[in-house]
């Protein structure tokens, strides 16, 4: 069965980088066929797609335009897990990040605070 | 951006009966490829959202056939045809033809 699991900090100071990492079981991230997804919640709203990666033979990346500049999603097959920076940070980044396997599989979710 | 809009935001409904959600786009979500990449999420409060339907109509692996999902192009539609105690939360739309988005979400509450 698939599953991941988000692991990162949970607190962020205002002007640093937010990074977490979405470790993957029961697949393996390099036999390509899916998009491996960040998406986030603010707390008590809706739902925010931040960006994905399709790895075929390597890594290919999509990027909200909304977040694209401060985004970067990355990739360690030998780990079978993939990444995400957020640069910048500001407290409009406070929000439940999950990773999700093409949207039928989802991590539990992981919340960051942004506040110094 | 695909602006999804849902309707209504809240819907109070009896154990036992059915339930519907509308989902309009603001644009044509029919790809290149010629699919439709219209699918409903649901979300328990504390809970990740997990897939319910995916491609207007397909129910994900594991999910009652009382959920059933239909539209074309700009206007679908969930429904529930006897609800649960276990329906309760929030339903988005959420759209991959373009960058997802997803709709504002419709709590469903039993009255």
């Known amino acids: 069965q698939v599953q991941l699991q988000e692991s990162g900090p949970g607190l962020v100071k205002p002007s640093q980088t937010l990074s977490l990492t979405c470790n993957v079981s029961?697949?393996?991230?390099?036999?390509?066929?899916?998009?491996w997804n960040w998406i986030r919640q603010h707390p008590e709203k809706g739902l925010e797609w931040i960006g994905n990666m399709y790895y075929s033979g390597g890594a290919n990346t999509d990027y909200n335009p909304s977040l694209k500049s401060r985004i970067t999603i990355s990739v360690d097959t030998s780990k079978n897990q993939f990444s995400l920076r957020v640069t910048s940070v500001t407290a409009a980044d406070t929000a439940i990040y999950y990773c999700?396997?093409?949207?039928?599989?989802w991590g539990q979710g992981t919340l960051v605070t942004v506040s110094s | 951006d695909i602006v999804l809009t849902q309707t209504p935001l809240s819907s109070p409904v009896t154990l036992g009966q059915p339930a519907s959600i509308s989902c309009r786009s603001s644009?044509?979500?029919?790809?290149?490829?010629?699919?439709?990449?219209l699918n409903w999420l649901h979300q328990r409060p504390g809970q990740p959202p997990r897939l319910l339907i995916y491609?207007?109509?397909n129910r994900f692996s594991g999910v009652p056939d009382r959920f059933s999902g239909s539209g074309a192009e700009t206007d679908f539609t969930l429904k529930i045809s006897r609800v649960e105690a276990e329906d309760v939360g929030v339903y988005y739309c959420m759209q991959a033809t373009q960058f997802p988005t997803f709709g504002q979400g419709t709590k469903l509450e039993i009255k």
């Open positions: 491609q207007i109509s």
């Open positions: 999700t396997r093409d949207g039928g599989y």
């Open positions: 644009q044509s979500l029919v790809h290149s490829d010629g699919n439709t990449y």
């Open positions: 029961g697949d393996s991230i390099s036999s390509g066929g899916h998009y």
